[in-house]
């Protein structure tokens, strides 16, 4: 019974090792098993390969984990073995668990900058919500005139081009504007 433990638990371990340095060397090919599979991972491969990226050191941590449990369990053995193969899947689900939520963020973010660069609502590096500063051609310095609607807001809002009530704080406002209606404060 033990040797199957450890024989599991390596296994596992090397499965979880090879996924991790082939996403942090952007080379995990697309796949329905292995990665960070979120909705926001499968838009594109670019997607794909920073999320996975980013998720590698994660997943490496977590085969070492696995592997300490390994040993643990084969060389100490008893219930001292037993608790370090317990406290070593815990802690590998738990950085299991920051390699998704880091793969899913990295690419949240990098469909947000994407996103910024084709226009729109949203914070852009230009200024403004809808990537325009208030002395572009073409753009009103009226309050409320702006890419995504007409909004009678505050001029210093940076959300007042797209209707959408209080602030544009972190850029968070991505794809609000063409839904919200317009309200007065």
Do not use: K, Y
Request: hydrophobic share 40%; glycine share 20%; charged share 15%.
């Amino acid at each position: 019974m033990l040797v199957v433990v450890v024989v599991l638990l390596a296994c596992l371990a090397l499965v979880v090792g090879v996924t991790g340095l082939l996403g942090l060397l952007g080379r995990l090919p697309g796949n329905g098993v292995l990665g960070v599979r979120t909705p926001e991972t499968r838009r594109s491969p670019e997607a794909w390969t920073l999320a996975n990226r980013a998720a590698g050191p994660a997943l490496l941590g977590s085969s070492l984990m696995l592997m300490l449990g390994a040993l643990g369990v084969g060389l100490i053995g008893g219930w001292v073995g037993g608790l370090v193969v317990v406290v070593a899947l815990l802690g590998s689900l738990a950085l299991l668990s920051v390699a998704g939520l880091a793969g899913s963020r990295a690419a949240a973010l990098w469909e947000d900058a994407q996103d910024d660069d084709e226009g729109g609502c949203g914070c852009g590096s230009e200024g403004g919500c809808g990537g325009h500063s208030a002395g572009d051609p073409g753009t009103s310095d009226a309050p409320g005139a702006g890419s995504c609607g007409d909004s009678p807001a505050d001029p210093a809002d940076p959300a007042a081009d797209c209707g959408v009530t209080g602030g544009c704080g972190s850029c968070a406002l991505q794809g609000m504007c063409d839904s919200e209606s317009t309200t007065t404060r």
